[in-house]
């Protein structure tokens, strides 16, 4: 953002502080830029750089390196960053009043926004820290007695793993760990492969909706029809997921998702979301003491004590951002960015591919691996030679590094990235 620009911004800011502004105007050009794409489809809208120039202007981005690791958290657009420091000042102005008097209301109406935005009730949604804290919630709440068992799969992600196995040490439940392929024919193999896994005693699964080893988007809504056959609950990991591909909860038709918003919605660090089926609410244990609550309320979930109600109110923002683009367009895009260097380096000497190519089954995050280097090390060359910023991914099955670009990375990044990875695969 320009200097003057930011000047601009502080004085306004210091004229209407205490009052949470969240509708700061840093989108006009998105908004202006859409009406040129009226009538293109979403997939013709990908490939269209004029109008992403537009939507990459609303990041500030370090110019130190070229950033493809996008998967751990992305960073957010600059009105969601505005936002979020007027909203610290104007709770730092009145801090317990805000916290006793404004509070509530506050964040019932940003839940209202997020559960309006991801198609269910605001009384099936928590407000948590992030995803580990969101299906903890789950995964120590349910009510299993030992010897229940619960399928999972090792592409999962390691503290949901490592959350059942603290269940099955405490309470003696049993955990079935199974394979996925990399590059499935159907997504009845996929199906088939957990309901292999099944038994009377399971209770539950757990369900990666997107890997975040490879990219790999598994059909969640077919898992969870052949498990609620069996009487089978199922958690949908959704922490990769959610505003990356275009979907709302009650698609999945999962009992429990949850996911981290400050991933692809964009919105400030330390924002995640749990969904709980209104009828599932009464049943799972809260992970932390309440007894204000009555068992079928969703607010049991959320009394995590005092915590950063300005990320919760800067999430307006991010939605707003979101929004303009649109679900799809945005799902589209990010597909077109990876498959804009995937295509590119498929025929490269050593080239190891580690994620589906069919659409449905990835969008924005890809794994490649080249034969005869260690993931660590084409990590670091990519960063030492080239400044690409990867992260690399040793998995029994998948090895290789992880690329992820977002919204605001350009073509001519990826062109830099083709070009390292075909000099470092054909020097093997
Ligand atoms: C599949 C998956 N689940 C859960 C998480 C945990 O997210 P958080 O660290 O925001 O809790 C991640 C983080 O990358 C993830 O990839």
């Not at 820290?129 to 120590?140: F, G, P, S, Y």
């Not at 799969?153 to 760990?177: C, I, W």
């Not at 988007?217 to 997921?241: N, T």
Request: glycine share 6%; net charge neutral.
């Amino acid at each position: 953002m320009q200097t003057a620009r930011r000047n601009f911004l502080r004085q306004s800011l210091k004229a209407t502080a205490a009052v949470p502004v969240l509708g700061l105007s840093f989108f006009e050009d998105i908004q202006a830029a859409t009406l040129q794409i009226k009538g293109k489809s979403d997939l013709q809208v990908a490939s269209d750089e004029s109008f992403w120039y537009q939507v990459q202007k609303s990041f500030t981005v370090s110019p130190h390196f070229i950033n493809l690791e996008n998967g751990y958290f992305t960073l957010a657009a600059d009105e969601v960053i505005e936002a979020q420091i007027k909203n610290i000042r104007m709770i730092n102005e009145q801090p317990s009043w805000y916290m006793r008097k404004m509070q509530w209301d506050d964040r019932l109406a940003i839940k209202k926004k997020i559960a309006d935005f991801a198609g269910v009730s605001h009384e099936e949604i928590a407000l948590l820290r992030n995803t580990t804290e969101a299906l903890n919630v789950v995964i120590q709440g349910l009510d299993m007695k030992a010897g229940d068992e619960a399928v999972m799969t090792n592409q999962d992600y390691g503290s949901m793993l490592e959350a059942f196995q603290l269940k099955a040490k405490r309470y003696g439940t049993v955990n079935k760990e199974i394979d996925l392929p990399l590059h499935p024919k159907s997504d009845q193999e996929i199906v088939d492969i957990y309901e292999k896994a099944i038994t009377p005693k399971t209770k539950v699964i757990l369900v990666t909706h997107l890997i975040n080893l490879n990219g790999h988007v598994l059909p969640v809504r077919k898992i969870a029809d052949m498990a609620h056959g069996k009487g089978v609950e199922v958690i949908s990991d959704s922490a990769h997921a959610f505003a990356h591909v275009d979907f709302k909860i009650p698609d999945l038709d999962c009992d429990y998702l949850g996911t981290s918003l400050h991933k692809w919605l964009g919105a400030s660090l330390g924002l995640g979301m749990l969904y709980v089926k209104k009828d599932k609410i009464a049943n799972l244990w809260p992970l932390l003491g309440d007894t204000g609550m009555p068992e079928d309320d969703i607010r049991k979930f959320e009394h995590i004590g005092t915590h950063a109600c300005s990320s919760d109110l800067a999430l307006a923002n991010a939605l707003r951002f979101h929004n303009i683009i649109g679900s799809s367009r945005k799902e589209q895009r990010l597909r077109y960015l990876k498959n804009y260097w995937m295509e590119k380096v498929t025929d490269y000497p050593n080239i190891v591919l580690n994620t589906p190519k069919e659409d449905q089954r990835s969008c924005a995050i890809g794994n490649v691996g080249v034969e005869g280097i260690e993931p660590a090390k084409l990590e670091e060359v990519l960063y030492d030679k080239y400044k690409i910023f990867t992260v690399a991914i040793n998995h029994k099955d998948i090895k290789g590094v992880r690329v992820t670009p977002h919204l605001y990375t350009t073509t001519k990044d990826l062109d830099v990235f083709v070009s390292a990875l075909q000099e470092i695969s054909s020097s093997m």
